[in-house]
């Protein structure tokens, strides 16, 4: 609180701290990371990678959510899809078919950044095809574990 002084008056002044809040949603699979073709994903589990993105981001409420069914994602989206700062979402294999996230996407107001652990260009063709990408911000691709704090940067 900031209090000033004019003459026969007094200004108060209320200074109050925001904290973003950024959700991140993997989708089908996700929950095997650390386990699943490590050669592709890596070693470590969400979970772990997630509790050290907290601390390096303790200003920002950060929140995770996986699910391997399309409709609770959609739900998810839906829910926070009007009042949360950022939604980074990798939504698995489902990026390639689901028409109904991308339109879920559509239909919110916080913007949604789509991140791929892998280079999916790098991979078999039907990867190649996003139905989140043209109602997204933006699409990180390639970086690893990495992708997600380029993501959570890009809200800054």
Known sequence: MLVSFDKNKVYIYILIAYKMKILIINGPNLNLLGKREPSIYGNL???????????????VELYYFQSNIEGEIIDKLHEVGFT????????GAYTHTSI?????????ETPVIEVHISNVYAREKFRHISYIAPNAKGVIAGFGLQG????LESFF
């Open 100 to 108: 109904a996230i991308g339109d879920a996407i559509k239909g919110i």
């Open 84 to 91: 949360y700062d950022g939604i980074i979402l990798n939504a």
């Open 45 to 59: 589990t969400f979970d772990e990678f997630f509790s050290s993105l907290k601390k390096k981001y303790a200003d």
């Open 148 to 151: 997600y704090e380029l993501a």
